[in-house]
């Protein structure tokens, strides 16, 4: 990612979905206006997810995901529908394509699945100028379905207007979308120290992209935002005019942070920001007071969204798991997944705990809270559990 594109987390996701050859890949090139997805009459062609970032018109910054057909019952299809529904599960808005069959169990079971994830869904009956009786078509897929479909033909160009209007009409009314990272917590001219540690961990030559989107929203409101190290907060806070409004810290930092904050200024960490911007507050912290109950012979997950090769002082792979060593015993297991790799079943888990999920969508970290809540697996996030563990939870600041 370049810092002058819009980061795939902050993009609207639209995920193609249907069977086999019945004109997803088709669709997304007409509606991209260039060949996105290949095409092809081979059962089969489109594996993983065809992931591919976009600027569409009154869409804006979106990502168009073109998914495996759901019923690919090649060698490896059952790994193909199982990447499917992983994408299924990051999209902010649906588009389920439907042809000429004879039932559509499939696909009211995808639909099912979107309704209960609250994800928007335009239904299009694809290569509608093949279909001997349109109006016939339509109305059983109403019935089965209990959606409308819109005709669509991406030879002919029909219909992708109105796919793209639906879309847009969509977008425009969802209620999840992320909100502001900081909230209430920052108005214009409000003066904020932002504490990132530059170790071994950090990228060289530039900032990780929580810290890049929290200064990037302060400079948006006007505010006035300053940047050190943690060994130069003092000295920082001592050359400025006057304590400032918010001090917001790397999560890894939090305890030597909280002991030098001056009377009246809040505190907050960048973790804890994207948390309540991207998850349910609420689960989170109940999620993080689990770790008073855990023993020796609990199992804890550590999720990271992204992929990276381990770093000595990974705070995911080393820090946490030290961290929490050092509250329940040497025995506790924990383990470390990166990236798509989200256990389906979570019941062996005691507890999860997420990054701050910088590279998903708000709907992402949704469906995997949704998925632990409904195993009954408490879950929460770096920066939740970091200052519980060292007893700061209740004086840190929520936007």
């Known amino acids: 990612m370049t810092m002058n594109t819009t980061p795939q987390s902050l993009r609207t996701h639209i995920g193609f979905f249907g069977r086999c050859n019945v004109g997803k890949s088709s669709l997304i090139n007409a509606i991209a206006g260039q060949s996105v997805a290949i095409v092809s009459d081979v059962a089969g062609t489109t594996t993983d997810s065809v992931v591919k970032s976009m600027e569409i018109g009154a869409l804006g910054a979106c990502v168009l995901i073109d998914t495996a057909g759901i019923d690919d019952s090649s060698p490896l299809g059952e790994m193909r529908r199982e990447q499917t529904m992983r994408a299924a599960d990051r999209c902010d808005m649906a588009v389920v394509v439907c042809g000429a069959e004879e039932d559509y169990g499939l696909e009211r079971g995808l639909v099912e699945r979107f309704a209960e994830r609250r994800v928007p869904v335009v239904v299009v009956l694809g290569k509608c100028d093949m279909l001997i009786s349109p109006a016939e078509r339509v109305g059983r897929v109403e019935r089965e379905l209990g959606v409308r479909p819109l005709l669509v033909s991406a030879t002919n160009n029909i219909g992708i207007g109105a796919v793209v209007e639906s879309l847009v009409s969509h977008r425009g009314s969802k209620s999840d979308a992320s909100e502001s990272l900081t909230g209430s917590l920052v108005d214009a001219g409000d003066r904020v120290v932002l504490v990132m540690p530059q170790d071994e961990s950090a990228p060289k030559g530039r900032l990780i992209l929580p810290q890049v989107q929290t200064l990037r929203e302060l400079l948006d409101k006007h505010a006035i935002p300053t940047c050190c190290q943690p060994e130069e ?34 505190l907050t960490s960048f973790s804890v920001l994207l948390a309540c911007s991207k998850g349910d507050r609420e689960a989170f912290m109940k999620g993080a007071k689990v770790i008073d109950s855990l023993t020796v012979q609990s199992r804890v997950l550590i999720a990271e969204a992204c992929t990276h090769a381990p770093q000595s002082e ?36 005691d507890l999860v705990i997420h990054c701050g999920a910088c590279m998903f969508t708000r709907r992402h970290v949704l469906s995997r809270l949704a998925t632990a809540e409904s195993q009954s697996v408490p879950m929460t996030n770096y920066g939740f559990a970091i200052a519980h563990l060292q007893g700061i939870l209740d004086m840190v600041a929520f936007p």
């Open 233 to 266: 907060l003092e000295s920082t806070l001592r050359g400025l005019s006057a304590n400032p409004k918010l001090i917001i810290t790397d999560s890894q930092v939090f305890g030597y942070v909280a002991q030098r904050v001056p009377e009246g200024t809040l």
């Open 314 to 349: 990974d705070i995911g792979r080393v820090k946490l798991p030290a961290m929490l060593r050092r509250r329940v015993g040497e025995g506790l297991r924990v383990d470390v997944v990166g990236g798509a790799d989200f256990p389906e079943d979570l019941t062996p888990y």
